[in-house]
T-cell receptor, first 114, second 110 residues
Framework: DAGITQSPRYKITETGRQVTLMCHQT?????MFWYRQDLGHGLRLIYY???????DKGEVPDGYVVSRSKTENFPLTLESATRSQTSVYFC?????????????FGPGTRLTVT | TQLLEQSPQFLSIQEGENLTVYCNSS?????LQWYRQEPGEGPVLLVT?????EVKKLKRLTFQFGDARKDSSLHITAAQPGDTGLYLC??????????FGPGTRLSVLP
């Protein structure tokens, strides 16, 4: 199906473990984004990518790693998970609108770090 | 760092009432967007406004971009329970920095 998908939808992991969240979009959008959403903080940008092999930090990048070898995929890796990374993670994509960056969001991944 | 503020933070109203929520900043934005997010789902884009003073209507929803391009409002007429959700504004400044506001959580009671 066309659109943007995230996997897994739910994940429980232990402190110190590495975990990767997957994001896939079928629109061939150039831009892709990773956000975390926490009560009291709203949506905060972790990393974004303007094209394959081009990534840049957002507001809260520490503890996260991204890669983008293909336009359609934008995985987010927590190298050594901490309890403070318990959150809901949203991936989004945007076409080359330049001025507006209208974003289309995936359904989210709820991550719990114990 | 530009910030977007939204008010009110929470709003609970009866079905059929009208309401307005606000999105404000001290910064100038090239465009502003409004999203609605339902529990357990990602935000869904409602509208983008790009011209100062612009008004857009989407059925019972009316969106306005301030003349100075620093603020926006969302007015809902005759609210329905299906309007319940978190309303987020988001802005892009002229440096192409993108930021979300904290949201207004709306509850429409039948």
């Amino acid at each position: 199906d066309a659109g943007i998908t995230q996997s897994p939808r739910y994940k429980i992991t232990e402190t110190g473990r590495q975990v990767t969240l997957m994001c896939h979009q079928t629109w061939s959008h150039s831009y892709m984004f990773w956000y975390r959403q926490d009560l009291g903080h709203g949506l905060r940008l972790i990393y974004y990518s303007a094209a394959a092999d081009i990534t840049d930090k957002g507001e809260v990048p520490d503890g996260y790693v991204v890669s983008r070898s293909k336009t359609e995929n934008f995985p987010l890796t927590l190298e050594s998970a901490t309890r403070s990374q318990t959150s809901v993670y949203f991936c989004a994509s945007s076409g080359d609108r330049g001025l507006t960056y209208e974003q289309y969001f995936g359904p989210g991944t709820r991550l719990t770090v114990t | 760092t530009q910030l977007l503020e939204q008010s009110p933070q929470f709003l609970s109203i009866q079905e059929g009432e009208n309401l307005t929520v606000y999105c404000n900043s001290s910064s100038v934005f090239s465009s502003l967007q409004w999203y609605r997010q339902e529990p357990g789902e990602g935000p869904v884009l409602l509208v983008t406004v790009v011209t100062g003073g612009e008004v857009k209507k989407l059925k019972r929803l009316t969106f306005q971009f301030g003349d100075a391009r620093k603020d926006s409002s969302l007015h809902i007429t005759a609210a329905q329970p299906g309007d319940t959700g978190l309303y987020l504004c988001a802005g892009v400044d002229y440096g192409q920095n993108f930021v979300f506001g904290p949201g207004t959580r709306l509850s429409v009671l039948p």
